[in-house]
């Protein structure tokens, strides 16, 4: 495989030289920040690239800012991470991201050579690798972010129907329940979703249902 490889630690950086050169594989560019790792992905067109989350200037987030962008002028470059963090925004952006070819492993879980380069070949041909950290973190921002996350099951029903341009008397007929409890389902999802209640209700409506298709 042809690989590029992104960290600012030049120990680490040499190590992955040698390690993916002595298992055949090619290293076209190896570079120690983002905007250096852009260029090579549309330099070079790797099969896969290894990146580090945190690179100068800032030591934050670059790495993966980067990768997001080698994405986006490289549509489905494959990309694994390798870092000591999970940065869970930037990982939900590269996650986000058309097709698959992307992996997100922590260094410490990495406890063998022949771990990595599964990872590795897996994520080349298309896969997607992710830590089980990175997985439950994703998860939680999610739920946090959601906005529907308050909402019970059947109030999601009512507020899909609602999206669907129905009436309450015609969710009620659609869920066979009663107009009341079709009307006490709405007003708990305008206040879960805290739509003012000093709007008309036409107006919270409309909000709720855009709420519901933006989520």
């Known amino acids: 495989m042809r690989v590029v490889i992104a960290d600012d630690a030049v120990l680490l950086r040499e190590g992955l030289i040698r390690l993916l050169t002595e298992w055949g594989h090619e290293v076209v560019a190896a570079v120690g920040d983002g905007d250096a790792l852009v260029e090579a992905v549309v330099l070079h067109r790797p099969d896969i690239s290894v990146v580090d989350v945190r690179m100068p200037p800032s030591h934050t987030d670059e790495g993966l800012r ?16 390798l ?26 879980r990495v406890a063998a050579i022949d771990e990595f380069l599964d990872a590795l070949a897996r994520v080349a041909t298309g896969g997607t690798v992710l830590d089980p950290e990175v997985i439950s973190q994703l998860l939680v921002r999610r739920r946090r972010d959601d906005p529907l996350a308050a909402l019970t099951p059947r109030e999601r029903e009512v507020l899909a129907l609602m999206a669907e341009g129905r009436s309450n008397t015609a969710i009620a ?13 709405v007003r708990n999802i305008f206040t879960k979703l805290d739509l003012p209640p000093d709007a008309t209700t036409h107006h919270r409506r409309v909000l709720a249902v855009l709420t519901h298709l933006r989520a």
Do not use: N
């Not at 870092?83 to 410490?108: F, N």
């Open 66 to 81: 980067a990768a997001v962008e080698a994405r986006r002028r490289v549509p489905g470059t494959p990309i694994l991470v």
């Open 83 to 108: 870092s000591q963090y999970v940065e869970v925004s930037y990982a939900d952006d590269l996650l986000d991201t058309a097709g698959g070819g992307i992996g997100y492993l922590l260094k410490d």
């Open 173 to 185: 007929r659609v869920l066979v329940v009663s107009d009341g409890a079709v009307e006490k389902h």
